[in-house]
């Protein structure tokens, strides 16, 4: 999909996202496990309303990426709100990012590997950015383990994907394997569509 498209589409959802900050929805207890190891120099690519800032520590320094100025804008509001340190919101596509080799503690991806037209190279970014001994923190969702669920995925993933902007049937568990990051703790949820990935860059 043409990537003004994609952005305005995302745009368009920035509202309903906002309205979602600080609910206690499904994703709540997933966020709280996974972020509570969040530490650091934060990086949050796809931050969206910032819906992960209220689960970061308070001394966490954070730099938020999004390519959709009406998500930034709300991440900004949520931000304040919360009083976390956001110490750039950066408006760009991941894909086209140049941060310098080891400068995040903590790099955190959250619903956002659906998006990208490449999201190979968008992990390998995030190990490339990654502090040595660094964490990357990873909640995705891809297609089902449940093979009849999974031909449900792949049956609308096109008409999804041209309304929502994201792929519902990507095989997140062998990109996540193909990358150069080495995982050290993985939870899987929602009949093996949910990932919760704990995983450090390879050297
Ligand atoms: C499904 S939302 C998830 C938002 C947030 N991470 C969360 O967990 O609620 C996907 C987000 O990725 C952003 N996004 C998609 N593709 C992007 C890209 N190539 N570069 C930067 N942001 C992108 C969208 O604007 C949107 O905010």
Redesign the pocket.
């Given at each position: 999909m043409d990537?003004q498209r994609?952005?305005k589409l995302?745009d368009r959802q920035a509202e309903k996202?906002a309205k979602r900050v600080g609910k206690r929805g499904a994703d709540h207890k997933w966020r709280k496990r996974l972020l509570s190891e969040a530490e650091g120099n934060i990086l949050e690519?796809?931050?969206?309303?910032g819906?992960?800032f209220p689960y970061y520590p308070g001394d966490a320094s954070i730099t938020a990426?999004?390519?959709?100025p009406a998500?930034l804008e709300k991440a900004r509001e949520t931000a304040q709100k919360e009083n976390k340190k956001v110490t750039a919101f950066i408006s760009?596509?991941?894909?086209t990012l140049d941060f310098p080799e080891h400068s995040f503690d903590t790099i955190v991806s959250?619903?956002?590997m659906?998006?990208?037209p490449n999201p190979d190279h968008v992990l390998r970014l995030l190990s490339t950015w990654c502090h040595k001994d660094g964490r990357i923190l990873l909640?995705e969702h891809g297609v089902s383990s449940n093979r009849v669920l999974a031909k449900l995925q792949d049956a609308f993933d096109p008409v999804f994907t041209k309304r929502v902007?994201?792929h519902i049937n990507r095989d997140l568990m062998t990109l996540v394997h193909q990358a150069p990051v080495t995982i050290q703790r993985e939870e899987h949820a929602l009949f093996g569509a949910v990932h919760l990935i704990w995983a450090k860059p390879n050297p």
């Open positions: 990537i994609q952005r995302f996202y690519i796809s931050a969206g309303a819906t992960n990426v999004d390519f959709s998500m760009g596509n991941v894909e959250t619903l956002s659906c998006a990208y909640l902007g994201c």
